[in-house]
């Protein structure tokens, strides 16, 4: 069964820092990997998806890698701004299953 | 506006009071899914549809049932709702790949209580 984890559970950082967030997986096998934000009482937004052939993707001030041999992607927000608070969430979707396996998400504070 | 709509937004209910939780895409999606989050425990699957007439159990499905008699639409059946169906509710849709399922969208939620 995949596990995926996410640590921290949650962050502060100073509006202007760079963040970093972790995913980890035990199941290398997987053929793509997605990260969410989901703000307060609403639905996840797709941020960024990385197939398994990827080493990256970038969208923005997003920035998001994939280093499967390991089981680990970050993603990475540049410049962070108060906007940027919201809980990521990533998840995976393993070799021959069309279910997702969900991270438990990291809750980020972007203090001004 | 590409979107997955889900209805009601809000709902309380009793015990045993059958209900349905609709969920719509107009995005001509392939896969449909259900998802239930609760504190602790994050995101888990309880069914997801490959296309009209296919469903399959996710990891949570015990006290739900499924359709998919169209494409735009995969209701989210609870015959005889318990307490601990109190949950946020999401739909989720995607277009299919040659691997499977690809980018997922999701509805805004469906926050339900069972008293």
């Known amino acids: 069964k995949q596990e995926v984890t996410q640590i921290p559970a949650a962050l502060s950082v100073p509006e202007g820092e760079n963040l970093v967030l972790n995913c980890s997986f035990t199941?290398?096998?997987?053929?793509?990997l997605q990260w969410f934000r989901q703000d307060p009482g609403k639905g996840l937004t797709s941020l960024l998806l990385i197939q398994s052939s990827q080493r990256e993707q970038t969208s923005g001030r997003l920035n998001a890698s994939l280093d499967k041999s390991s089981g680990r992607s970050t993603l990475y927000i540049a410049a962070s701004q108060p906007g940027d608070s919201a809980t990521y969430l990533c998840a995976v979707r393993r070799y021959g299953n069309n279910r997702l396996a969900f991270g438990k998400g990291n809750q980020v504070v972007v203090i001004p | 506006e590409a979107q997955v709509t889900q209805n009601p937004r809000y709902l309380i209910t009793v015990t045993g009071k059958k209900l349905t939780v609709t969920c719509s895409q107009n995005m001509n999606h392939e896969y449909m899914s259900w998802y239930r989050q609760d504190p602790g425990l994050g995101l888990r699957q309880i069914y997801y549809s490959m296309n009209v007439e296919v469903t399959d159990k996710g990891d949570v499905p015990e006290g739900y049932k499924v359709s998919r008699k169209e494409k735009r639409n995969f209701p989210l059946i609870l015959e005889s709702p318990s307490p601990n169906q109190t949950s946020l509710y999401f739909c989720?849709?995607?277009?299919?790949?040659?691997?499977?399922?690809?980018?997922?969208?999701f509805g805004p939620g469906t926050r339900l209580t069972v008293t």
């Open positions: 199941d290398s096998a997987i053929y793509n």
């Open positions: 989720a849709s995607s277009s299919l790949d040659w691997t499977g399922p690809y980018e997922q969208y």
